[in-house]
């Protein structure tokens, strides 16, 4: 199994059983992140793009995940993602180079999906 449709499977059947537990709080959260990232006065390829950066500079593998596929859907070139990975390198430091290294893999692997 890919790890993109491995990524996608395990994180939909998590929300899932989060959203089962039907807890208005956490509800209340997951909401309140869908909304930050609607259209509005940036647009939602501007807004995965500063999510992309902020996840490599806080190195979460997972939300450097979510948003490389968003970044992809929005259609994000090869170069458009390169230079959010070099302002993320820039602001995170050498610390961010193993993650932007499985944000290299993944990225490719998104692109392969595509043509497969």
Known sequence: MSQVK?????????????????NKVI??????????YADGAIDVKTKEMLGLACS???????CIKYHLGKCFECGLTDEEVY???AIANLIGGSIVIPH????VEYWEELKTEQQG
């Open 56 to 62: 490599m500079v806080l190195r979460c593998d997972d």
């Open 83 to 85: 230079e959010v990975f």
């Open 100 to 103: 932007f290294r499985r944000a």
């Open 6 to 22: 491995e990524f996608n499977d395990y994180r939909t059947r998590m929300n899932e059983k989060i959203m089962a537990a039907d």
């Open 27 to 36: 509800k209340r959260f997951f909401n309140l992140d869908t909304n930050a």
